[in-house]
Nanobody
Framework: QVQLVESGGGLVQAGGSLRLSCAAS????????FGWFRQAPGKEREFVAS???????TSYIDSVKGRFTISRDSKNTVYLQMNNLKPEDTGVYYC????????????WGQGTQVTVSS
């Protein structure tokens, strides 16, 4: 069982930065991947970035490459560093977790709001 709690969202101007945190609780995460997703008003939830816990391998959607960085530390926390934010980055950001052998994310946090003003 994995429980996830996001934090770090807020209101920033275009070009600014935020760092989101996802605090994870569970026995071990060696066989899990963690991902960040976002949902803008009136749109479906979309994948943003992911990281494999065991080796730190990462993946990003094209629109955030070079601006966002996903990472994890030794204290069971996954981060999303967001730089050069754009208004189109606005949305509720969710942290998810899945077993690396599965395609679907099975654990989700409550979400944290990110608003980027123009």
């Amino acid at each position: 069982q994995v429980q996830l709690v996001e934090s770090g969202g807020g209101l920033v101007q275009a070009g600014g930065s935020l760092r989101l945190s996802c605090a994870a609780s569970g026995r071990t995460f060696s066989m899990y991947s963690f991902g960040w997703f976002r949902q803008a008003p009136g749109k479906e939830r979309e994948f943003v970035a992911s990281i494999r816990w065991n080796d730190g391998s990462t993946s990003y959607i094209d629109s955030v490459k070079g601006r966002f960085t996903i990472s994890r530390d030794s204290k069971n926390t996954v981060y999303l560093q967001m730089n050069n934010l754009k208004p189109e980055d606005t949305g509720v950001y969710y942290c998810g977790a899945r077993l690396v052998v599965r395609n679907e994310y099975t654990y989700w946090g409550q979400g944290t709001q990110v608003t980027v003003s123009s």
